[in-house]
């Protein structure tokens, strides 16, 4: 409910997620109750010596998604949908990977969501296992499509960049986190050059801190600029990342991320007369990503009905969320001492 709560008051419509390998139900019933349209997908891993107690069979995290596949896709009035989530090449078998790809084709809309090439000691251990990079093994396994999503994709070979478009995969550039983690810096510029589908988003809250998308437009035009110019990673080209980019890579661009005739209520209404929003800008983009920030959000709708009014959320329980988890931190507190 937390991370929802920042998600609607920063704007965001619609998130695509992978949680845990366990309690995913949780997340799922979250979703419904406050609103939002999403895309979740429980983690999957048949593979991890890190920390074997986040790790499954296959038969189970196979049995498992598809279960929660049949009771989630489809729920909310359709916004929300399945999309099954393998957590990276590393953690699962090549049998998990495959067989989790071809349960897409069960269910209209569901999509393929995964981490790839994010770090150089990662794409040495995928090397070592694999025999190619990452992008390669994927499309050697037939999993590479236009339903596949892949965060970060930063340590990728010329030959990967050639897949990624003639296989139509979405690129999902994480600028905040691949910062934070020392990860690297995607080659978006040129993904973008090349027509690949490139869309924002904030990874989670350990390797980022924050699920704030003006932070991620601010960061994934900054970042560039130092390697290519100040002309390069335009405020409307960024802008356009976070709203109609994210809706291309997650299929439902007929539906959202414009305003048009015909498609969903989804929008946010932002105040750029704040204080820290310059006064003459005659170019709203710029404004909203260099100078913009959750504080400028006054209103959020999601399919047609209000969830964030004038700082109020409308459809969770932000406040009762709160004062349980004050509660906690007491009892806590009290044993410790």
Known sequence: MTGIAELIRSGTTTIMDMGSVDNEEEIAA????????????????????????????????????????????????????????????????????????????????????????????????VRRRCGTDNIEFFEKLGILRANTCLAHCIWISETEVALLRERDAKVLHCPTSNLKLGSGIARIPELLSRGISVSLGADGAPCNNTLDMFQEMRLAALIQKPLHGPSVMTAGAVFELATRGGAVALGCDRETGSLESGKKADLALLDLGRLWNPADETNPYSAIVYSGSPENVRFVMIDGAWVYRDGVHTTLRAGEAADSAKKELKLLLERVH
């Not at 991890?48 to 069979?57: C, G, K, Q």
């Not at 998604?65 to 916004?79: C, I, M, N």
């Not at 099954?84 to 349960?103: K, Y």
């Open 30 to 125: 979250a979703v419904e109750e406050t609103g939002l349209r999403a895309f979740i997908g429980k983690a999957m891993m048949d593979s991890n010596d890190v920390y074997p107690p986040l790790r499954e069979s296959t038969d189970d995290a196979l049995r498992s998604t598809l279960k929660q596949a049949e009771q989630w896709h489809g729920k909310g009035a359709g916004r929300m949908k399945y999309a099954v989530a393998p957590r990276f090449v590393l953690s699962c078998s090549d049998r998990l990977l495959t067989e989790a790809h071809a349960m897409t084709a069960s269910f209209p809309g569901m999509l393929f969501h995964t981490h790839a090439a994010e770090n150089r000691r990662e794409m040495e251990a």
